[in-house]
């Protein structure tokens, strides 16, 4: 492991590309590995000891790589398997919920709603992370089970589902509310049919700044090329990926 070795990403499919994009824009010329683990999508409705096992798969997959640091470019396994796994690897471990909140916890908000997965819901991970640093906030989260199968494909119609949770949040009159999934950001186009843009954060753009902040503080930015890998159906990756980031190559393993 050098400066030269690359930094894994991973995810359940293609939502970690939103992260992803933001990262290449402000590091293009970084050594980088995307992992999509379509064999196990979607992890929001897995339990934690599932997503504990398919998390350790993938970083012993990074470990053959020889990364330098990984990317949890997924905001489930982010809440319930990087307290687990965070100190069994020797690189750098970046996870999205621990290390967006602390930056999103500063922003003037007084009400803050969260739109994620059952599994990120469930932990209360942006609840609790967010509230370490500042206690003030009214929080309430809400899960979306059925957005990932849209923005993945397997609903045509997500509609009627995006307005029935976005209802439910209004109730709360959030201030901001976060797209706690990397896969929601896509759905942006439906969101501000219901509510104006900018009352949605997206993680990414928090969670980028600080993986480039802390990889120049440790001297570990270098010059390189990018790779693709997914756990089955790469003919289906490349094409949702289309969304997020130009995919021209993707290995099965």
């Not at 994009?21 to 683990?37: M, Q, S, V």
């Not at 104006?196 to 503080?217: E, H, R, S, T």
Request: hydrophobic share 40%; proline share 4%; with cysteine.
């Amino acid at each position: 492991m050098n400066n030269n070795s690359p930094i894994g990403f991973f995810d359940s499919g293609v939502g970690g590309l939103s992260v992803y994009a933001r990262f290449k824009k402000l590091l293009p010329n970084e050594n980088t590995i995307y992992y999509g683990d379509l064999k196990n999508l979607p992890y929001g409705n897995k339990t934690q000891a599932e997503l504990i096992g398919f998390t350790k798969n993938i970083m012993d997959f990074f470990v053959t790589k020889d990364v330098k640091a990984v990317v949890i470019a997924c905001n489930t396994s982010s809440a319930l398997a990087y307290e687990t796994i965070k100190d069994d690897y020797d690189f750098k471990i970046y996870p999205i919920i621990q290390a967006s909140a602390k930056l999103i916890s500063k922003m003037d908000i007084k009400r803050l709603g969260v739109f994620a997965t059952v599994g990120t819901v469930n932990s209360g991970a942006y609840k609790r992370e967010i509230l370490k640093h500042n206690s003030d906030i009214l929080i309430k989260e809400i899960a979306c089970p059925n957005w990932v199968s849209v923005v993945e494909g397997k609903i045509s119609n997500g509609t009627d589902e995006i307005k029935k949770h976005v209802e439910e949040m209004f109730e709360f009159a959030p201030d901001k509310v976060i797209l706690g999934c990397t896969h929601y950001p896509y759905l942006i186009n439906d969101l501000i049919k219901f509510a104006p843009k900018d009352m949605f954060i997206d993680p990414a753009k928090y969670f980028v700044k600080f993986i480039k902040d802390d990889l120049i503080k440790s001297d570990l930015t270098t010059v390189g090329t990018e790779k693709f890998y997914v756990s089955a159906n790469p003919e289906l990756f490349m094409n949702n990926a289309k969304m997020f980031y130009n995919v021209e190559m993707v290995e099965e393993v």
